[in-house]
């Protein structure tokens, strides 16, 4: 298992791509916890960084949203399929 948040700290880093990648793809949180076998809550609970996520799970998300776990971790802008930046 893997934990998002900060330890110790009041303020969870989250997985600040997913919101963002997951957006770009065009899916909701009910669509991409669907895909992976899991619920709403825990993908929203991921991108606030409020709970724990195995590797396996992280590595579905990856798959599902065509990314890698490092850009799941990063916050920088991603492309979309068509090579245009989100706005």
């Not at 957006?23 to 825990?42: D, H, P, S």
């Not at 579905?60 to 979309?80: H, P």
């Amino acid at each position: 298992w893997l934990r998002v948040s900060k330890p110790r700290s009041s303020s969870p880093i989250g997985l600040p791509g997913l919101h963002r990648i997951r957006i770009v793809r065009g899916l909701t949180q009910l669509e991409l916890a669907q895909a992976i076998g899991a619920t709403k809550q825990l993908i929203s609970r991921l991108e606030t960084g409020s709970c724990d996520c195995s590797v396996e799970s992280l590595r579905a998300i990856g798959k599902v949203l065509a990314c890698s776990l490092d850009q799941l971790f990063e916050s920088a802008s991603i492309s979309n399929s068509s090579g245009k930046k989100p706005k």
